[in-house]
Nanobody
């Protein structure tokens, strides 16, 4: 099994910053595959935020966060990060990290992942 645990969420004022972390572990967790971040606001569908390959040589971002959020990972720690800058109230959501142990080729879509964390709440006040 693969376990994903997010941390770093909280309440932040508009224009501020937060850094989310996602720690991966588990008996069957193997490196070498992309990971991603998604978010879901109340009453809205799950939205792709960002994804990163194992080596970090390829990054994907959702249109609503481009230029403000940065995804990264530290493979030695099996941890992925999401640096959120210039946050706006529309960024308020539960942020979840996702992992896969296969090459799905669809890393901007939820169906490209097999494992999900429980999520961390991010609330941006205006």
């Amino acid at each position: 099994q693969v376990q994903l645990v997010e941390s770093g969420g909280g309440l932040v004022q508009a224009g501020g910053s937060l850094r989310l972390s996602c720690a991966a572990s588990g008996r069957t967790f193997r490196g070498g595959y992309p990971m991603g971040w998604f978010r879901q606001a109340p009453g809205k569908e799950r939205e792709f935020v960002a994804a990163i390959t194992w080596s970090g040589d390829k990054l994907w971002y959702g249109d609503s966060v481009k230029g403000r959020f940065t995804i990264s990972r530290d493979n030695a720690k099996n941890t992925m990060y999401l640096q959120m800058n210039s946050v706006i109230p529309e960024d308020t959501a539960v942020y979840s990290c996702a992992a896969t142990q296969r090459y799905s080729g669809t890393y901007t879509l939820a169906r490209g992942y097999d494992y999900w964390g429980q999520g961390t709440q991010v609330t941006v006040s205006s």
